[in-house]
C-alpha cells in the first residue's frame, strides 16, 4: 500500500523535485481503522489476530506493532511506502475492505475494519484520501476493548490539531 503525502499538511527541505517530506508527531492518541485479512482456515486464530493485506504481516490484537521507519518515495507525487498503514476515515477503510473481499481470488479470506490507536508522540503522515501512516500502531479486535485500555477516544479531529 502506499500513501500520497497531503503535502498542505507537511513541510519539506526543499532540497528539489525529490526532497524529503517531514512527518508530524501526534499530540495525542490517534484513533484510526485498521484494514486486516482474517483467514477463515485459521479461524482458531481469530480472536488473537489478523494479518495485513498487503505484506502478509501478523498483528496480534492490543499489542504493539513498530515500523522501524517511514519509507519516502516519489511516483509523480511524493508518497509513502513503508510504514504502518491505516485510515482516519472509516468510509475509506470500509471500501478498501469490501473491494479486497468482493474480488479476493481467495474466497475463504475476508478483509475487516478494526480500531485502532497510533498512540501520542509517533511520526505520522497524513495521506490524500482519508489516509495515514505511523512508525507505531495498537490494533483492537472491536471499540470496547480499545476503550478499555485508552479510555473513550473521540474521532473526526482536524488533522492539524492532532499532530505538530
Known amino acids: 500500500m502506499c500513501l500520497y503525502i497531503d503535502e498542505t499538511l507537511h513541510d ?4 528539489g ?8 508527531i501526534a499530540e495525542r492518541d490517534i484513533l484510526v481503522y485498521k484494514v486486516l485479512t482474517v483467514y477463515k482456515v485459521l479461524t482458531f486464530e481469530e480472536d488473537t489476530r489478523a494479518y ?32 504502518l498503514h491505516a485510515f482516519t476515515d472509516p468510509n475509506a477503510a470500509w471500501v478498501l475492505a469490501n473491494a479486497r473481499t468482493m474480488y479476493s481470488r481467495y474466497n475463504d ?20 484520501k482519508g489516509d495515514i501512516v505511523a512508525t507505531k500502531m495498537v490494533v483492537f479486535k472491536d471499540l470496547p476493548s480499545l476503550e478499555a485500555v485508552y479510555g ?7 488533522k492539524k490539531l492532532i499532530a505538530k
Not at 495485513?52 to 511506502?81: I, N
Not at 473513550?152 to 482536524?158: E, F, H, M, S
Open 12 to 15: 519539506n527541505d526543499r532540497l
Open 17 to 24: 523535485t525529490k526532497s524529503k517530506w517531514k512527518p508530524r
Open 52 to 83: 495485513s493485506p498487503y505484506r502478509g504481516a501478523s498483528w496480534m490484537f492490543g499489542k504493539m506493532k513498530t515500523a522501524q521507519k517511514l519509507t519516502q518515495a516519489y511516483y509523480c507525487q511524493p508518497a509513502v511506502e513503508a510504514g
Open 109 to 128: 479470506n475476508t478483509d475487516r475494519v478494526y480500531p485502532a490507536i497510533i498512540p501520542k508522540g509517533t511520526e505520522v503522515f497524513f495521506g490524500l
Open 152 to 158: 473513550p477516544i473521540a474521532d473526526g479531529v482536524k
